[in-house]
Protein backbone atom coordinates (compact mmCIF):
# COMPACT_ATOMS: atom_id res chain seq x y z
CA UNK A 1 0.00 0.00 0.00
CA UNK A 2 3.07 2.39 1.01
CA UNK A 3 4.55 1.52 -2.86
CA UNK A 4 1.21 2.23 -4.23
CA UNK A 5 0.81 5.24 -2.80
CA UNK A 6 4.55 6.35 -3.66
CA UNK A 7 3.44 6.01 -7.61
CA UNK A 8 0.84 7.88 -7.43
CA UNK A 9 2.53 10.65 -5.97
CA UNK A 10 5.48 9.98 -8.66
CA UNK A 11 2.75 10.02 -11.54
CA UNK A 12 1.30 13.29 -10.72
CA UNK A 13 4.51 14.79 -10.16
CA UNK A 14 5.12 13.84 -13.93
CA UNK A 15 2.08 14.88 -15.22
CA UNK A 16 2.42 18.35 -13.26
CA UNK A 17 6.07 19.12 -14.81
CA UNK A 18 4.88 17.92 -18.19
CA UNK A 19 1.83 20.17 -18.12
CA UNK A 20 4.63 22.74 -16.93
CA UNK A 21 6.98 22.50 -19.87
CA UNK A 22 3.93 22.45 -22.20
CA UNK A 23 2.75 25.58 -20.66
CA UNK A 24 6.40 26.89 -21.19
CA UNK A 25 6.65 26.04 -24.68
CA UNK A 26 3.36 27.25 -25.68
CA UNK A 27 4.46 31.21 -23.82
CA UNK A 28 7.51 30.65 -25.75
CA UNK A 29 6.01 30.44 -28.90
CA UNK A 30 4.01 32.52 -28.69
CA UNK A 31 6.53 35.49 -27.55
CA UNK A 32 8.16 34.23 -30.63
CA UNK A 33 5.56 34.30 -33.39
CA UNK A 34 4.98 37.69 -31.67
CA UNK A 35 8.26 38.77 -32.48
CA UNK A 36 8.21 37.75 -36.15
CA UNK A 37 5.28 39.82 -36.56
CA UNK A 38 6.53 42.95 -35.12
CA UNK A 39 9.43 42.59 -37.22
CA UNK A 40 7.78 42.33 -40.32
CA UNK A 41 5.92 44.97 -39.80
CA UNK A 42 8.83 47.66 -38.83
CA UNK A 43 10.09 46.59 -42.20
CA UNK A 44 6.78 46.85 -43.83
CA UNK A 45 6.43 50.84 -42.32
CA UNK A 46 10.52 51.22 -43.68
CA UNK A 47 9.68 50.13 -46.89
CA UNK A 48 6.55 52.33 -46.74
CA UNK A 49 8.87 55.49 -45.96
CA UNK A 50 11.11 54.39 -48.57
CA UNK A 51 8.75 54.69 -50.77
CA UNK A 52 7.24 57.79 -50.19
CA UNK A 53 10.64 59.42 -50.12
CA UNK A 54 11.48 57.82 -53.58
CA UNK A 55 7.89 59.41 -55.19
CA UNK A 56 8.46 62.46 -53.63
CA UNK A 57 11.89 62.70 -55.23
CA UNK A 58 10.63 61.74 -58.31
CA UNK A 59 7.95 64.38 -58.33
CA UNK A 60 10.30 67.13 -57.12
CA UNK A 61 12.86 66.06 -60.48
CA UNK A 62 9.75 66.11 -62.64
CA UNK A 63 8.06 69.58 -61.69
CA UNK A 64 12.03 70.43 -61.36
CA UNK A 65 12.40 70.08 -64.87
CA UNK A 66 8.75 71.15 -66.47
CA UNK A 67 9.57 74.52 -64.74
CA UNK A 68 13.18 74.65 -66.19
CA UNK A 69 11.52 74.21 -69.72
CA UNK A 70 8.74 76.92 -69.10
CA UNK A 71 11.16 79.66 -68.08
CA UNK A 72 13.64 78.67 -71.09
CA UNK A 73 10.41 77.99 -73.64
CA UNK A 74 11.02 75.45 -75.11
CA UNK A 75 9.22 74.22 -78.28
CA UNK A 76 8.83 71.06 -78.76
CA UNK A 77 7.13 69.42 -81.66
CA UNK A 78 3.79 66.56 -80.80
CA UNK A 79 4.76 63.54 -82.25
CA UNK A 80 1.61 60.84 -82.88
CA UNK A 81 1.45 57.60 -81.53
CA UNK A 82 3.31 55.56 -84.21
CA UNK A 83 4.84 58.31 -86.33
CA UNK A 84 7.97 58.80 -86.90
CA UNK A 85 9.73 62.46 -86.48
CA UNK A 86 10.93 63.87 -89.74
CA UNK A 87 14.73 63.45 -88.37
CA UNK A 88 14.64 59.86 -87.70
CA UNK A 89 12.50 58.77 -90.90
CA UNK A 90 14.14 56.40 -93.65
CA UNK A 91 15.41 58.03 -96.48
CA UNK A 92 13.51 56.95 -99.93
CA UNK A 93 14.49 53.42 -101.42
CA UNK A 94 14.93 54.88 -105.39
CA UNK A 95 17.48 58.22 -104.20
Same mark, same amino acid.
Given at each position: MLHSNFRHRNGFALVLVLSFIVLLVVVALAFFSYSILQRQISNSSANL???????? &??? +???? &? +???????? &????????????PPTLGCKSLTA
Amino acid at each position: MLHSNFRHRNGFALVLVLSFIVLLVVVALAFFSYSILQRQISNSSANLGKVDLFAQ &GAL +DTTV &G +DLRQEIVA &GSTSTAVTAGAIPPTLGCKSLTA
